[in-house]
């Protein structure tokens, strides 16, 4: 794994990020979802729906992607689009979390659900980097999302070579920027990761991702739907060109203790706390 790598959410343009127009070099594989619905001959409102759980976070001074897991008052996404990089804590502070919300669209229109901010699960250790196993979060909302399935818990982690999808909120230097549009990227996991001898804790893979797909659910197809095998959390600098052989995104993966987070928030009755 190479060590120049960033974050896939829109705090990089901080540190300097300059976008590059998608597909530059090699074939850039994203799709919004009327092609995807056509590749896999499905209706495009019958993908929006299965879809749907794919959505849009924001918090002070970020917008990411997240998504409902398990239940539909549960999100997860990348920590560090909720607790800033040390470069944004030094020019302003670390914000308290407060007014965050949790975007649906169904391509048209969206509707936004308040997040609980003191209902929220993260790791306790601090996070070494974004290609650690400590990049999630999971959060509660006030009120559950009437209509919408959330995806699965994984019924088995991750495996070299499993043909997974990402699918996220629009991302820089996509040529649909449609605020209401999703990103679908088919792609596989090239390498999974024991860190700290947690197996399955960290996935490699080739999904053709760029900013605010951090936090985006990567995704493994099975026969009752789609179940979460990791999250987006960051990629090496060859990814916004498409380079598609030194090209690789990092997700951490859905281990024991993230399901553990999302079945303890499952069981806690919406709107418990009060912000």
């Avoid at 998608?22 to 590749?39: L, M, N």
């Avoid at 936004?112 to 196993?133: C, L």
């Avoid at 916004?240 to 090209?247: G, I």
Wanted: glycine share 8%; charged share 25%; net charge positive.
């Amino acid at each position: 794994m190479r060590s120049l790598r960033f974050s896939l959410s829109f705090l990089c343009l901080v540190a300097g990020w300059q976008d590059v127009a998608a597909g530059v070099i090699g074939k850039d594989r994203r799709q919004p979802i009327s092609a995807y619905a056509a590749s896999v001959k499905k209706s495009e409102a019958d993908v929006r729906k299965e879809f749907a759980a794919s959505g849009r976070i924001m918090c002070p001074f970020n917008e990411a992607s997240a998504f409902l897991v398990h239940q539909g008052d549960v999100i997860l996404t990348a920590r560090h689009v909720i607790f800033p990089e040390r470069s944004m804590v030094r020019y302003a502070g670390r914000p308290a979390l407060g007014n965050c919300g949790f975007e649906v669209t169904d391509g048209k229109t969206s509707q936004w659900y308040r997040i609980d901010v003191k209902a929220i699960i993260y790791p306790d250790d601090r996070q070494r980097s974004f290609t650690d196993r400590f990049d999630w979060i999971a959060m509660k909302l006030a009120e559950p999302i009437p209509g919408v399935k959330p995806y699965k818990l994984p019924v088995r982690p991750a495996a070299v070579k499993d043909k997974v999808t990402a699918v996220s909120i629009r991302q820089d230097g996509f040529p649909f920027q449609d605020w209401n549009e999703r990103i679908v990227s088919e792609c596989q996991v090239r390498k999974t990761w024991a860190i700290d001898g947690i197996s399955g804790s960290g996935l490699e893979t080739d999904c053709d991702l760029t900013m605010k797909s951090s936090g985006s659910p990567v995704l493994r197809r099975t026969d009752d739907g789609w179940d979460v095998v990791g999250i987006a959390s960051s990629g090496t600098a060859d990814c916004p060109k498409f380079r598609s052989k030194r090209c690789a995104n990092w997700a951490v993966g859905l281990t024991d203790a993230v399901a553990d987070a999302v079945r303890k928030l499952a069981a806690m009755p919406s709107g418990a706390t009060k912000n």
